[in-house]
């Protein structure tokens, strides 16, 4: 093993270790940016919809949304479970600020979900978010019917409906 | 809590930050000053255990080789020729500064250049010895020519080929032996470098390029250059006044011839019998300081060579020779004085050897007796036995100096070179006219003159011989001998200077008698004459 | 709705969130599979030029340890933090590269490297009892008094005549039957629950009033942290067990008044000590100028100070370097050892290596719920964070020297068993935080 094989390797090592810690930087980023859920997601328990593409203005910005009648209770996680959303004829769900249901999760799409009054019945669609929405612990294909009872999992958090 | 536990987060990372400054600090800002710490003995017992290259003579003798020996080191520095080449290769010791070409080429005697560690691509993968040998000029028989002509006398003598500036032989004498200071036993090592070091007669030092002496009368050459390269003085003329007794001007002692004879003539004679009084008078009255100082440096003189050796020492001309006073006329022709103070147009001169030579007027200084002195090689004069050689390599050389160097060659384990020492120009000493008129006039002094012990039948010698006295009391000199020597009709091969350092009551030798035969067997060793 | 055709997606498991940090532990520890790896062949072929022939054996035991210490966490504490196992690991990997290597030129060190294995895997499995045997950490503040006593009879231990060994002139060590440790590297998690617990208890009277008898646990912290240098001759654990109690007595209380009153009373200590002991004296004027003495006192640090110059930006190479020229390299210099052998970077690898267990551990204390499980986190952060710098800092000259083991790195099975302990703790409370998966109901 000649000097210059070694000096080369020592590179190699010195280079492994700083990758190492790039690796590991990057996972505690990812991971601090996962943390924000956590500690703040009761706030607005209030379901501010997005504008709803038919014009119903006035009652949407109605806070208890007492017209459709149905709420969301968070089951989980702990930290947050109990707290009640209440739904309008159209609540999204996703990390954006302009969702009825704010989650902030990286792994929460920003428009990741909706519910929705189709007929008498509330229906659950996924709006193409990267992690998908568990229904009943079954991934949602396609817009669900979904009645009181049924469970729906956004990233870390469960909500039944009511 | 949580505002707490950040700010106990910042304060870690604070503790943390200072670590990481003076990391920095020590490992890297403050690295060089803390491996150069006097009690940091780390980089030398690294590089003394390792194998380093050779060194070898261009007759491929040994100079120095590393010996593997495993305790208390890998591998220890040996000189196989002990005293010979002490002062070339000089030494690599655990305690001691290292010398010579050890210390000049250490890199490369390490193997640490990056050219050569990597070759060729391939190196990369292989464990190839990287360290480089070095390809000495020298020749081994011409170094113990000198050393066996020198004898016990300090002295020292510099053999070189004036084509090429590459070093044959350099010896001085006393010298030591460098494995004593490359005794891996450190104490052992200290004991003999403390001893050679309380030495009156300082072995350690190498005197042929690190000390400087009154080069004497060989100084006339550089005055005679000086001569002709000023345009005022030719071969045949003028003619200086036979005298035994020179009084400078303005003022100051007279000038005597050695043992008080009377000489003069013409430059080819007042050269071959190395005349004092004339020379005193051409470089004060004819060349002037300007002139004097522009010559000497032109061969050197107060120019360090750029010799591959460590510390060598550079040879003085005095720049300063007080307050201008007036001019001074002179005039061609033997019997006319010069008159002073009369600043007067230069008449129309002879013709001599081509060249038109015209009266004129030098300026006179307050101490232009020191000139006076100067000029033959006296006062403030000093010179290494190197830069000697250099005058009469230079003269050899058709005016121009080549940089003087030992190492020719560095080459790999395989015997592919690493590098070549291209020879180069030094530095112009004078005209090739200017040459050849002094080329002329030394074989004279070697034929002729005080230099005869030089010549060798059947070469083409010229010398020039010097004696140096020291105003000392008991009177002591040193003797001088420089000279080239050439098969006839060719470029001399080799250019030698030799001084014997005098010893006490020895102020009647003389260059031709004392240093001449040295200087003869040096050049009698190269083209392996007997 | 009709179904349009979306992307397929894969069916996201339940334990997702859970395996998550898991999976960028796995990643991470074989990265620091492979650093161990070439790096233990690199110092192999720098002092022999040659394939070492244990190589092999090596390889799989040193990744065998690593898988071990990751399945464990896969298992035991799926949700803990992904980056604190990897980063003790490549700590205790490069030490152990070190030590091996020192073992060839260190006088009677040819044990040290087959010793420091059997102790890494002592101290993993330390960690993976430590992981079973406390599923939730809280319930150590049921045991506060217990630990409390513990901890303190630990510190004592080397002072009962039978138990305790003076070695090297600090008496930090026990033996009970065959087994010689230095019971105050344990000592150090018992008294961190303790103080957590018992802080978590009196923190609302220390934040609301102050009367002189509130002072009385600093006070008593301070005469115990006295007496453990004064008796055990210990300067680095006495300075670390005062400044974990100042430190968690301050986060507890959230008043900088104890962080003033623990600064005077260390400086008081200090005077103290330097005007009673001549051995603290020299370690102040060493640290003043080691180059008065570079033979003698000083001989230590500035054979460090030129071990960390010969490094350089990258260092000699591993076995290229000549460590062994500093006393006691492998304990507690070896900090030096692997600046000379790997330069300023590896020397700054130690240190972001420990700053990231630092960040990681007072995250944990962050989303810590409860005081006792913030303050202990805390406490333990402070031990593991506190200990290196006083350790790196004796070395670089920062502050004096005290003898002190650089956490997961240096050579010794004490050290190396506590802090896998620790680090099972940390996991532990991380774990705990983590969302548990909700099994969806159908």
Redesign the interface.
């Known amino acids: 093993m000649s000097d210059q094989t070694l000096i080369i390797l020592r590179i190699c090592l010195l280079a492994l270790v700083y990758l190492t810690f790039f690796r590991v930087l990057r996972a505690v980023w990812v991971e601090l940016k996962a943390e924000a859920p956590r500690v703040t997601p009761t706030p607005v328990a209030v379901a501010v919809p997005v504008p709803a593409p038919v014009g119903a203005s006035a009652e949407v910005l109605a806070p208890t949304g007492s017209a459709s009648g149905g709420q969301l209770l968070v089951v989980a996680p702990p930290a947050i479970a109990g707290s009640v959303f209440a739904l309008g004829p159209e609540t999204t769900i996703g990390r954006a600020a302009g969702c009825g249901v704010v989650i902030d999760d990286p792994r929460v799409s920003k428009l990741h979900v909706r519910l929705f009054r189709a007929a008498d019945t509330w229906m659950v669609e996924d709006l193409g978010s990267t992690n998908g929405t568990i229904l009943n612990g079954d991934m949602l294909a396609d817009a669900h019917p979904i009645i009181p009872g049924n469970r729906i999992q956004v990233g870390d958090v469960v909500m039944e409906l009511s | 809590m949580n505002v707490r536990i950040r700010r106990l987060g910042v304060a870690l990372g604070v503790l943390y930050l200072l670590l990481f400054a003076q990391l920095n600090r020590v490992q890297f800002f403050g690295a060089e000053r803390l491996q150069d710490n006097v009690n940091n003995s780390r980089g030398l017992v690294r590089e003394f255990g390792r194998e380093r290259g050779r060194m070898i003579t261009a007759d491929g003798v040994i100079v120095a080789r590393s010996v593997e020996v495993g305790e208390p080191v890998d591998f220890v520095r040996e000189y196989p020729e002990g005293e010979l080449y002490a002062h070339i290769s000089g030494y690599q010791s655990l305690n001691v500064a290292s010398t010579g070409l050890e210390r000049e080429f250490n890199d490369e005697l390490a193997g640490s250049p990056i050219d050569q560690q990597f070759q060729t691509f391939a190196d990369v993968f292989r464990d190839r010895d990287t360290t480089a040998t070095l390809r000495l000029t020298l020749r081994h028989d011409v170094q113990e020519a000198a050393r066996s002509a020198l004898g016990d006398r300090n002295g020292s003598v510099v053999a070189l080929d004036p084509r090429t500036g590459a070093i044959i032989a350099m010896w001085t004498w006393p010298s030591f032996d460098p494995n004593l200071i490359a005794d891996p036993d450190g104490a052992a090592a200290n004991d003999s470098y403390e001893t050679l070091l309380a030495d009156p007669d300082d072995p350690l030092l190498a005197k042929a390029f690190r000390e400087v002496f009154f080069p004497g009368s060989t100084f006339k050459l550089v005055t005679a250059s000086a001569g002709v390269e000023s345009g005022v003085i030719g071969a045949f003329d003028p003619v200086f006044d036979v005298t035994d007794s020179y009084d400078p001007i303005p003022s100051g002692s007279p000038i005597s011839n050695f043992a008080g004879s009377s000489c003069g003539g013409d430059l080819i004679e007042i050269l071959r019998a190395s005349c004092n009084t004339a020379f005193a008078e051409m470089g004060a009255e004819w060349i002037g300081p300007e002139q004097m100082v522009t010559a000497a440096e032109a061969f050197g003189f107060n120019h360090t060579p750029p010799i591959d050796l460590p510390n060598a020492a550079g040879s003085r001309f005095p720049t300063d020779f007080g307050a201008y006073l007036a001019d001074v006329e002179f005039y061609r022709g033997a019997e006319d004085d010069p008159v002073e103070g009369d600043p007067g147009e230069g008449d129309e001169g002879e013709v001599d050897g081509g060249i038109t030579l015209a009266n004129g007027t030098v300026p006179v200084h307050e101490n232009t007796a020191r000139l006076a002195q100067a000029s033959i090689g006296q006062n403030d004069v000093a010179a290494t036995p190197l830069q000697m050689a250099l005058v009469a390599a230079a003269i050899a050389n058709e005016g121009l100096i080549m940089a003087p160097h030992v190492v020719g060659s560095q080459t790999a384990a395989d015997g592919s070179v690493y590098d070549t020492t291209n020879p180069e120009v030094w530095r112009a000493a004078m005209s090739r006219g200017t040459a050849q008129v002094l080329h002329s006039a030394m074989i004279n002094v070697a034929v002729n003159g005080t230099a005869r012990n030089l010549a060798v039948p059947g070469l083409t010698v010229g010398g020039k011989t010097g004696t140096a006295q020291l105003g000392t009391d008991p009177p002591n000199s040193h003797a001088w001998i420089v000279g080239f020597a050439g098969p006839p009709g060719q470029p001399a091969e080799i250019a030698v200077a030799v001084i014997v350092e005098a010893q006490e009551g020895a102020s009647e030798q003389t260059g031709g008698r004392v240093a001449a035969p040295i200087g003869r067997a040096v050049i009698e060793a190269y083209f392996s004459i007997n | 709705?009709?179904?349009?055709s979306?992307?397929r997606?894969t069916?996201?498991a339940?334990a997702y969130?859970a395996l998550k940090?898991r999976r960028?532990e796995a990643?991470?520890v074989l990265?620091?599979g492979?650093?161990i790896v070439?790096?233990y062949a690199?110092a192999s072929?720098?002092a022999s030029?040659?394939i070492p022939a244990n190589l092999g054996p090596f390889l799989v035991w040193m990744l065998a340890l690593l898988l071990i210490a990751h399945l464990a966490t896969r298992r035991l504490a799926p949700g803990a933090?992904?980056?604190m196992l990897?980063?003790a690991l490549?700590l205790n990997g490069l030490g152990y590269v070190m030590i091996a290597r020192l073992s060839n030129d260190v006088p009677g060190g040819s044990d040290l490297a087959g010793l420091q294995s059997t102790w890494t895997a002592v101290g993993i499995a330390a960690y993976i009892g430590t992981l079973v045997v406390v599923p939730r950490v809280r319930i150590l503040a049921n045991y506060r008094y217990l630990l409390g006593i513990a901890g303190m009879a630990l510190l004592a231990l080397p002072l009962v005549p039978t138990f305790g060994r003076q070695i090297n002139g600090a008496r930090i060590w026990a033996s009970v039957g065959p087994i010689n440790f230095q019971p105050g590297e344990f000592a150090k998690i018992a008294l961190a629950a303790f103080f957590a617990a018992y802080l978590v208890e009196s923190r609302e009277l220390l934040r609301s009033r102050l009367e002189l008898r509130d002072l009385a646990p600093i006070g008593v912290a301070w005469a115990g942290s006295l007496a453990v240098m004064v008796l055990e001759r210990d300067l680095g654990s006495s300075l670390l067990f005062f400044t974990l109690f100042v430190?968690v007595l301050?986060?507890?209380s959230?008043r900088a008044m104890f962080l003033g009153i623990g600064a005077v009373l260390f400086a008081g200590g200090a005077v103290l000590a330097w005007s009673m002991f001549t051995h603290v004296q020299q370690r102040v004027d060493i640290w003043r100028d080691p180059?008065a003495s570079?033979?003698g006192d000083g001989f230590q640090i500035?054979e460090a100070?030129?071990?960390?110059?010969?490094?350089?930006?990258?260092?000699t190479?591993?076995g290229?370097g000549?460590p062994d020229?500093i006393p006691f390299v492998e304990t507690d210099f070896i900090f030096a050892a692997i600046?000379e052998e790997?330069?300023?970077?590896?020397?700054?690898?130690i240190?972001?290596?420990?700053?990231?267990l630092?960040?990681?551990g007072?995250?944990v204390?962050?989303?810590a719920d409860r005081?006792f499980e913030?303050?202990f986190t805390?406490g333990l952060t402070?031990l593991l964070?506190?200990q290196a710098?006083i350790i790196?800092?004796g070395v670089?000259?920062?502050v004096p020297l005290t003898g002190i083991t650089l956490p997961f790195v240096s050579y010794g099975g004490s050290s190396l068993v506590a802090n896998y302990i620790l680090l099972a703790l940390l996991m532990r409370m991380s774990h705990e935080q983590r969302?548990?998966?909700?099994?969806?109901?159908?």
């Open positions: 709705m009709t179904a349009t979306r992307r997606r069916r996201v339940p969130a940090p960028v990643g991470l990265m620091v492979v650093v070439v790096a690199l072929f720098g030029a040659s933090d992904p980056v990897p980063m490549l430190v301050w986060v507890a959230e180059f570079p033979k500035v100070s030129f071990a960390l110059a010969d490094g350089g930006l990258t260092g190479g591993l290229q000549e020229r600046g790997l330069g300023l970077a590896g020397s700054t690898a240190l972001m290596a420990f700053l990231v630092i960040g990681s007072l995250r204390a962050l989303r005081p913030k303050l805390v402070t964070g506190v710098f790196m800092g670089l000259r920062v969302l548990e998966p909700v099994p969806a109901q159908s």
